[in-house]
Every structure is written in structure tokens, then in C-alpha cells.
């Protein structure tokens, strides 16, 4: 799944909408209802939703900057690291 592109309409969603979808298919599938192929076809698409918003979080985290002043009063950005 990892080597498969993410589809056109994934990949214009925002991450909120993506999430939102995933939960819904997650629902779903913890309900344990719906016919095997559906409940294959819906795994496959959670799957790829998760990427999409594991990348939206990757882009949002390298786009943050931590901005600190030093004693002498300089200011320095440098990347946040979230552990």
C-alpha cells in the first residue's frame, strides 16, 4: 500500500476531511457490517487516507519554526522537533 500513488481525490482533501472520512470508515468497520469485498475496498481507502494525512502532518511540522532569542538579543529559527 505504501507504494501506491495516492488517488487524485484523496490528495485534494484537506487533512480535517481526510481524517474525517477515515474515522467513518474505521466506524464502519468496527461495526463488522457490509459485504467482505466493501469492507476490503474501505480498508484499502482508510489506508490511504491515513498516508494522506501522515504526509499533511510530515509538510505542517517542516513548515513550524522555533523562534528563540538569544542573550545578546539575536533572533534564531530553527526547525521543531515534536517528541
Partial sequence: MADRPIPA???GLSFEDAL???ETIVR????GQGKLDDNIS???RGALLRAHCE???REA???VETI???ADGTV???PATFD
Fill in 61 to 63: 511540522q517542516a513548515r
Fill in 76 to 78: 534564531t529559527a530553527k
Fill in 55 to 57: 504526509a499533511k502532518l
Fill in 42 to 44: 474501505a480498508y484499502e
Fill in 20 to 22: 474525517a472520512e477515515l
Fill in 28 to 31: 464502519q468497520l468496527e461495526a
Fill in 68 to 70: 528563540s532569542r538569544a
Fill in 9 to 11: 481525490d484523496i490528495a
